[in-house]
């Protein structure tokens, strides 16, 4: 059971959200981030080299442009292994709990894994960004001395920043399997 | 049913995952009653039902059928299988071994349901015989696990009996599975987030998170794994079990050595602190000298840590065994180190070379400083300065380095042998070598801090002075008891000799305001220089080396948390899941672990070092280490 | 409230007050507004002559600036000899101080405690200081340029003017700052002068001029209003007379400030009282007629 549907992120970049549905109480969301382009990386690294031409045509030193070979892979490599997240996924487990994991374009995925038991609520919620306001999906965790505070919120989809279609898509989704948990949870 | 499963972790279950789907479809009937699809009656697998959720070792997915050993957590509805328990078995001595291990782990381990392992043809008989089994070992819900031959194809089913014998009446619940690897949640630690304040990083039966419990029947119930595969016991377990005890002669010898020598360390150790804690060394002016090397503070700690390691108590939680790993490889790497210093020092003789040249070093450096005063005397950088103030100054600087250099001249038949002595202090490791250096440098620096000392404690007096004359010139004070500046009336007397004096000052600061500079970059130098040592130090004291070495090579030892991965899925089937160990992350590990250094912190911070420096008063290198405690 | 139309206002009549509800909106006044305005309660009728009589205190303070300058233009000349100086300074010391216990009878004295021995005290204090430090004094301003020391002693002989006490009750009065401001202003110009000693009579002659000569003033003014417009024409004629002999562009532009400060400023000050049209009425904000000034030391 699955199935995919475009939407875009706030700067109007194309955003994939696959939805798969396991079973009533396991669904998980990936939203691809838009790709990187060959245009920028291409202006990026002529950028650099032209600069560093710039700089060995004034002092002749060819050390320059070792340099600047090196620092364009250094950089490209961090840049995909620490910065460019390629997809994000959201699954969420009835009764067991929410999981978070982001995969980076290099193929390093940090998971992050919040347990039922300290799930408040997932809601969307409104901040400022720059010069405008977006829309974010959060986890709200619950304080753990007392029963109805927060002590966190955990934002969802940071990298991909979807707009506030996809965010309803996904939220609905989230709270029929919370609404079933806070249901079993309290019936027996 | 697009989603492949990626990376299996398990032979069993990448085997499962392996073959796309079994290739004749069922043909035979299932002869155990599989719980009613739940496409077929959506109103009950709907409704508010009670997901359960059954924790099945990976270990355990081959295993011949039999009975499910573990524990029921009812507040997270949650079963957790730790052995399987194979045919033949005399339900009496399955109970008496599960006693037992009630008994030694303190955990409610009970006979959960059943396993039913399909490898050849099915056998009718079988699932009757196993349906009995529940009246025998009575448990509430009872799970009937079910693998088909060679599939991935797995059944699952818990009823919970509403009478005694009538199993028609039963209700039956919705069944999670989720695989987990019995070794990596034994031997794992789990830290529970930062962000919780109130938990501790042992503390986790307190914490009542579904997670922890599950680890923490795991951990407990190792009792239960005692048993390894050759053993012959009246009941057959199937659980995770280790390769076979390591026989090493060596190992055996070191636990077996390793009470009495660190007893014998320990009181070795004892006597040297001991020793250093005689009242020869408290007297005054031997006090003074020991607070400010830091070459003593260093082996103060050292000695603290290997108290510690050798202590023969007995370390209460991991977290403290952990420490205690921690400072040992970090001293033994530090003397590995220090070892090898010791050896290139001695293999080329470099000693004497470092001898020889230190005293030209000391000379050039001497001159340098006459030439600046000499700089500093004429008009430097074209700036006006007061000419009889400059010279008295510049006077007094210049006889501070002509007695400087005797000094110098005079040590320098003796400087080899000290520097050979010094050197032998590095097979006490790295750290001690780098703090004498860094000892060794205030002390041939010494003339820059007496220049340093004298230039700010001028420029200090020149700066309060300015500010209350300043303030007196305006016709103000500064009232003590309200914290503020009032206005005040004074005499005619006290106005004309404030302004006398603050006119004389105001021309002559800024001749004093340059020689303070000057020095206070050559001391800056220095400080920071020895600033560097003392973070190299302060680097090999705290890094917990252990630590980083575990979670390099045994990531799941260390666990942040878990992930789930949903392993392939069919519908009418129980949703599989398969747990695995989230590694804590290196930044948390460094955070968790970094041992204690001697007074770490340092003493100022940007803002208030540029206050101070600009009021005049005295930095230092070295850090206090009292206050920083509390 | 201001949704009620202005029809009923003949029978309601209105008052002044928001307490109560009344048939108008909040911003309503009436006829009677006006009935309350008053111009120029606080104005004051000044006589020519007794303006022209207080001006006589800037006319003083200007006067000893340029006394000092002058002199000290002198001094720097080697036209005068550090010698007479400090001797008819001494001399002139001792008249003044003599003349300041006679002209009120030794009753100032008697009202601020202050014994002979005191005075001896600061005296000696005075001296001693500026001997000691006239060897400092002379080699201070070494290395700076003389510009710079002129463009200083100029900036702080013109603080010394702003911030006297006239008997003005403003915020921006500060004696002390001012006495401060001379006195640094004669070191600046002492450390220019060839020898220690010309140093030591300048800053002794400073003191003189700019703390003690003040007080006399003062007190001059005080008991002997008609001595005391002759002791400021005296005095403003013998700086215009030095300032003569060093340059006459200056005496005659110096002569003219003191006459438009002493006689065209109170003219003007008379006429303009003229134009004053203050108003006061009930829009002005509450105002505490008791002076309060007391409880804030």
């Known amino acids: 059971m699955e199935d995919e549907q475009n939407f875009s992120d706030i700067c109007g970049g194309r955003l994939a959200l696959q939805r798969r549905c396991y079973s009533p109480s396991c669904l998980e969301f990936c939203l691809s981030c838009p790709r990187i382009t060959l245009r920028s990386l291409t202006a990026v690294t002529c950028t650099v080299w032209l600069a560093a031409y710039g700089l060995f045509t004034l002092c002749e030193n060819s050390m320059i442009l070792s340099a600047a070979i090196f620092i364009t892979l250094l950089g490209l490599l961090g840049y995909l292994h620490f910065v460019k997240i390629d997809h994000e996924t959201l699954l969420i487990i009835d009764s067991l709990g929410i999981q978070m994991t982001s995969s980076y374009a290099s193929g390093k995925e940090s998971t992050t894994f919040i347990e039922m038991g300290e799930v408040n609520d997932v809601v969307i919620n409104e901040a400022i960004y720059m010069q405008k306001v977006i829309y974010y999906l959060c986890i709200l965790l619950k304080d753990p001395v007392e029963p109805h505070g927060i002590s966190q919120v955990v934002p969802l989809f940071q990298s991909a920043k979807p707009r506030l279609d996809c965010l309803i898509e996904v939220y609905r989704s989230c709270q029929d399997i919370l609404a079933h948990q806070k249901a079993t949870s309290t019936s027996p | 049913m697009g989603l492949v499963s990626r990376g299996t972790a398990e032979a069993g279950l990448g085997a499962a995952s392996a073959v796309d789907r079994p290739g004749p479809p069922d043909a035979v009937p299932d002869p155990i009653p599989t719980p009613p699809a739940e496409g077929a009656d959506p109103g009950s697998s709907r409704g508010p039902g009670m997901v359960l959720k059954a924790y099945f070792p990976t270990c355990c997915a081959s295993a011949d059928s039999g009975l499910l050993v573990g524990r029921w957590v009812p507040e997270q509805s949650s079963a957790v299988v730790l052995a399987v328990v194979h045919f033949p078995f005399i339900p009496i001595q399955v109970k008496e071994l599960l006693a037992q291990v009630q008994q030694a782990s303190q955990v409610g381990v009970t006979v959960l349901g059943t396993w039913c392992h399909r490898r050849q043809e099915p056998e009718e008989s079988l699932g009757h015989f196993l349906e009995g089994l529940g009246a025998i070992f009575s448990h509430k819900p009872w799970f009937q696990l079910c693998r088909e031959r060679g599939s991935k194809s797995w059944s699952c089913k818990a009823t919970r009996w509403q009478g005694p014998a009538s199993p028609a009446a039963s209700g039956e619940d919705q069944v999670m599975l989720i695989f987990y690897d019995q070794r990596k949640v034994l031997l794992s630690q789990l830290h529970p987030p930062a962000a919780l304040p109130d938990r501790q990083a042992g503390d986790t039966t307190a914490s009542a998170g579904g997670l922890a419990a599950v680890f923490d029947t795991v951990a407990r119930s190792e009792a239960l794994f005692q048993s390894d595969r050759f053993d012959e016991g009246p009941v057959r377990l199937s659980h995770w079990q280790s390769e076979g005890v390591e026989a090493s002669i060596l190992v055996e010898l070191a636990k077996w050595a390793a009470g009495p020598v660190c007893l014998l360390l320990a009181c070795l150790l004892s006597l040297v602190s001991a020793a250093s804690a005689c009242r020869v060394f408290k007297l005054w002016p031997l006090s003074f000298i020991w607070s400010k090397l830091s070459t003593c503070e260093q082996l103060r700690h050292r000695l603290e840590q290997l108290t510690l390691i050798f202590s023969t108590r007995k370390a209460k939680n991991p977290a403290q065994l952990m420490r205690k790993a921690n400072m040992f490889v970090s001293v033994l790497l530090d003397v590995a180190l220090g070892l090898m210093l010791l050896s290139w020092l001695h293999r080329k003789d470099l000693i004497g070379q470092l001898a020889d040249a230190l005293i030209p070093v000391a000379d050039h450096v001497a001159e340098e400083l006459q030439h600046l005063l000499q700089w500093l005397m004429g008009a430097p950088a074209g700036l006006k300065m007061n000419r009889a103030l400059d010279q008295v100054l510049g006077r007094f600087f210049l006889y501070h380095i002509h007695l400087w250099i005797s000094y110098i001249h005079l040590m320098s038949p003796f400087i080899e042998r000290i520097l050979w002595h010094v050197g032998l202090s590095a097979c006490l490791g790295l750290t001690v070598a780098l703090s004498i250096l860094s000892d060794i440098i205030a002390l041939l620096t010494f003339h820059i801090y007496c220049f340093y000392v004298y230039g700010a404690r001028l420029y200090c007096l020149k700066i309060h002075g300015l500010s209350s004359l300043w303030r007196l010139f305006r016709g103000k004070k500064w009232n003590v008891l309200r914290q503020r500046v009032d206005s005040c009336s004074y005499d005619l007397d006290e106005l004309f000799i404030g302004t006398l004096l603050f006119t004389v000052l105001v021309f002559l600061l800024p001749t004093t305001a340059l020689y303070y500079l000057v020095f206070t970059l050559l001391r800056l130098l220095v400080v920071t220089v020895q600033g560097l040592i003392h973070l190299l130090v302060d680097l090999i004291n705290s890094l917990p080396l252990y630590s980083l070495g575990l979670r390099l090579c045994r990531p799941y030892r260390l666990a942040a948390g878990v992930k789930f991965r949903v392993l392939e899925h069919e519908t009418g089937r129980p949703l599989r899941l398969l747990m695995q160990i989230n590694p804590l992350p290196y930044s948390r590990v460094m955070h968790t672990y970094r041992l204690p250094t001697c007074g770490c912190h340092p003493q100022h911070s940007w803002g208030s070092l540029c206050r101070k420096l600009f009021f005049g008063e005295l930095i230092y290198p070295w850090r206090q280490r009292g206050d920083k405690q509390d | ?297």
């Open chain 3, 1 to 297: 409230m201001c949704a009620q139309p202005v029809t009923n206002t003949k029978e309601a009549r209105w008052q002044k007050v928001l307490y109560e509800r009344q048939p108008f909106p909040d911003n309503y006044v009436d006829q009677r507004f006006l009935e309350e305005l008053r111009k120029n309660v606080y104005a004051r009728k000044y006589q020519y002559w007794a303006v022209v009589f207080e001006s006589s205190v800037v006319i003083q303070q200007l006067c000893s600036v340029c006394v000092f300058v002058v002199i000290w233009w002198y001094m720097d000349e080697g036209l005068l000899a550090p010698h007479w100086l400090f001797g008819t300074g001494l001399a002139s010391s001792l008249i003044g101080y003599v003349l300041f216990d006679l002209i009120d009878g030794g009753e100032g004295r008697k009202k601020s405690g202050r014994t002979r021995w005191a005075d001896l005290k600061s005296a000696l204090v005075f001296i001693t200081f500026t001997y000691g430090f006239s060897p400092v004094l002379k080699t201070l301003t070494e290395s700076v340029s003389t510009d710079t020391i002129y463009a200083m002693s100029v900036f702080m002989l013109l603080g010394h003017l702003i911030f006297f006490d006239y008997g003005a009750n403003a915020a921006i009065v500060s004696s002390t700052l001012s006495l401060n401001m001379a006195i640094f202003a004669s070191v600046c110009l002492a450390s220019r002068l060839p020898r220690s000693l010309h140093a030591f009579v300048m800053v002794t002659f400073a003191i003189q001029i700019f703390a003690l000569w003040p007080m006399l003033q003062k007190k001059l003014k005080a008991c002997t209003p008609h001595s005391y417009v002759g002791v400021t024409l005296l005095f403003a004629f013998s700086a215009l007379g030095g300032l003569l002999s060093i340059s006459a562009v200056g005496a005659i532009l110096f002569a003219l400030l003191l006459v438009s400060i002493s006689c065209l400023c109170p003219f003007y000050l008379i006429r303009l009282q003229l134009f004053k049209e203050n108003i006061h009425g009930p829009w002005d904000e509450a105002e505490i007629k008791e002076d309060l000034s007391r409880f804030l030391s």
